[in-house]
């Protein structure tokens, strides 16, 4: 079959939308990406040898003047995606949300073509809300994401992660610091950048055994790297990161964002973590999933206007030496891991795809 898979905008909708890309691939089918021609869609999809259709769009953002640009740039986006899916008709689309989903999937109907959407967080985004009742199944990562979506055909798939992520094993680094992970997205998080690399360096001179793994985004990578270095503390500094599964196998702690990809991904792994939510995020979709990670006992979580310098270096100083606290956590967080849900939703394309191919 044909197979077009949207996911353009941020790591959190990229990477799943191209793991299952890669696994529907495997299958023999000719998959499209339709991406939004962001800067950081460049490095996540280095080694992607299939078509790339790139739709120029805005998510709406405020009122006024952005409101009337990101209006105006969906509709041209509709009638851009309509004609070339007309040129390359597939016979089911796969849309992983956000803005860059709207253009494509509205283009996919109004020509007949089945669509497949997938929810990552716990609380549908307004892509999502937007476009289910055009979708002839959406699949969804949680399963209390159905009370939000009333009405429409819900499957749970869990979350898709990469291959390479899902077949980590943690093995530590072999050199008795205490390794802590900090990431804040495909983009970097600037106000958790700069109370943990403050934390951290006052943690390391009280003598707490340290080494910081820290995904900076690329405007904060330089100073960053300069604070560690100043400060004496074993460090890697990088504005992005391909190779997650790197810094995963070898990482005993996360301070995080709390977005669907990174929750899903620390549940793969089996990472204990400390969530800090996007303030501000879409519907606190971010807040929602942090809370579903602190249920289960797989990581602690407090919201960024509480999060200090003083109370990060008490929690770091404690949470270290505790193992006990942190063996319960790794077991948590991989009893929340929803299994091969990559290839649990490419076989839902698939059949979606097949029924409009041989309609019963």
Same mark, same amino acid.
């Given at each position: 079959?044909?197979?077009?898979?949207?996911? !353009?905008? #941020?790591? @959190?909708?990229?990477?799943?939308?191209?793991?299952?890309?890669?696994?529907?691939?495997?299958?023999?089918?000719?998959?499209?990406? =339709?991406?939004?021609?962001?800067?950081?869609?460049?490095?996540?999809?280095?080694? =992607? #040898?299939?078509?790339?259709?790139?739709?120029?769009?805005?998510?709406?953002?405020?009122? !006024?003047?952005?409101?009337?640009?990101?209006?105006?740039?969906?509709?041209?986006?509709?009638?851009?995606?309509?004609?070339?899916?007309?040129?390359?008709?597939?016979?089911?689309?796969?849309?992983? &949300?956000?803005? *860059?989903?709207?253009?494509?999937?509205?283009?996919?109907?109004?020509?007949?073509?089945?669509?497949?959407?997938?929810?990552?967080?716990?609380?549908? @985004?307004?892509?999502?809300?937007?476009?289910?009742? =055009?979708?002839?199944?959406?699949?969804?990562?949680?399963? @209390?994401?159905? +009370?939000?979506?009333?009405?429409?055909?819900?499957?749970?798939?869990?979350?898709?992660?990469?291959?390479?992520?899902?077949?980590?094993?943690?093995?530590?680094?072999?050199? @008795?610091?205490?390794?802590?992970?900090?990431?804040?997205?495909?983009?970097?998080?600037?106000?958790?950048?700069?109370?943990?690399?403050?934390?951290?360096?006052?943690?390391?001179?009280?003598?707490?055994?340290?080494?910081?793994?820290?995904?900076?985004?690329?405007?904060?990578?330089?100073?960053?790297? %300069?604070?560690?270095?100043?400060?004496?503390?074993?460090?890697?500094?990088?504005?992005?990161? +391909?190779?997650?599964?790197?810094?995963?196998?070898?990482?005993?702690?996360?301070?995080?964002?709390?977005?669907?990809? /990174?929750?899903?991904?620390?549940?793969?792994? $089996?990472?204990?973590?400390?969530?800090?939510?996007?303030?501000?995020?879409?519907?606190?979709?971010?807040?929602?999933? %942090?809370?579903?990670?602190?249920?289960?006992?797989? *990581?602690?979580?407090?919201?960024? $206007?509480?999060?200090?310098?003083? =109370?990060?270096?008490?929690?770091?100083?404690? /949470? *270290?030496?505790?193992?006990?606290?942190?063996?319960?956590?790794?077991?948590?967080?991989?009893?929340?891991?929803?299994?091969?849900?990559?290839?649990?939703?490419?076989?839902?394309?698939?059949?979606? &795809?097949?029924?409009?191919?041989?309609?019963?």
């Amino acid at each position: 079959m044909k197979i077009a898979v949207c996911c !353009g905008g #941020t790591g @959190g909708h990229i990477f799943p939308g191209l793991a299952v890309a890669e696994e529907l691939k495997s299958r023999g089918h000719v998959v499209v990406l =339709w991406l939004a021609g962001r800067n950081v869609e460049g490095a996540a999809v280095t080694g =992607w #040898t299939g078509a790339v259709v790139t739709v120029q769009a805005h998510g709406f953002a405020g009122i !006024g003047l952005r409101s009337v640009v990101a209006a105006y740039s969906l509709i041209r986006s509709f009638f851009f995606c309509r004609k070339r899916m007309k040129e390359m008709r597939p016979s089911v689309l796969l849309a992983m &949300g956000s803005y *860059a989903s709207v253009g494509p999937v509205l283009a996919a109907r109004s020509l007949g073509v089945r669509v497949v959407l997938h929810e990552a967080n716990a609380v549908p @985004g307004r892509a999502i809300s937007m476009l289910a009742r =055009w979708a002839d199944i959406v699949a969804v990562s949680d399963e @209390g994401t159905r +009370r939000f979506l009333k009405g429409r055909r819900c499957v749970y798939t869990g979350f898709p992660v990469r291959k390479e992520i899902a077949c980590v094993v943690r093995k530590g680094n072999g050199s @008795g610091l205490f390794t802590i992970l900090v990431l804040g997205g495909s983009q970097g998080a600037h106000a958790v950048n700069e109370v943990v690399a403050t934390a951290v360096c006052t943690a390391h001179k009280t003598g707490l055994k340290l080494k910081v793994i820290h995904l900076s985004g690329l405007r904060d990578e330089t100073a960053m790297r %300069a604070r560690y270095e100043q400060a004496g503390v074993a460090h890697e500094v990088h504005g992005f990161l +391909r190779q997650m599964e790197q810094a995963y196998s070898v990482a005993d702690f996360a301070i995080c964002r709390a977005g669907a990809a /990174t929750c899903s991904e620390l549940a793969a792994v $089996g990472l204990p973590s400390l969530l800090v939510p996007l303030p501000g995020a879409p519907r606190d979709h971010q807040t929602a999933n %942090a809370r579903a990670m602190l249920a289960r006992g797989a *990581a602690d979580m407090i919201e960024q $206007g509480k999060l200090t310098v003083e =109370w990060l270096v008490a929690y770091l100083q404690s /949470t *270290a030496l505790d193992c006990k606290k942190l063996e319960k956590m790794k077991s948590a967080a991989s009893a929340a891991h929803a299994g091969d849900a990559t290839a649990t939703l490419a076989g839902l394309v698939e059949t979606t &795809g097949k029924e409009a191919v041989c309609p019963q």
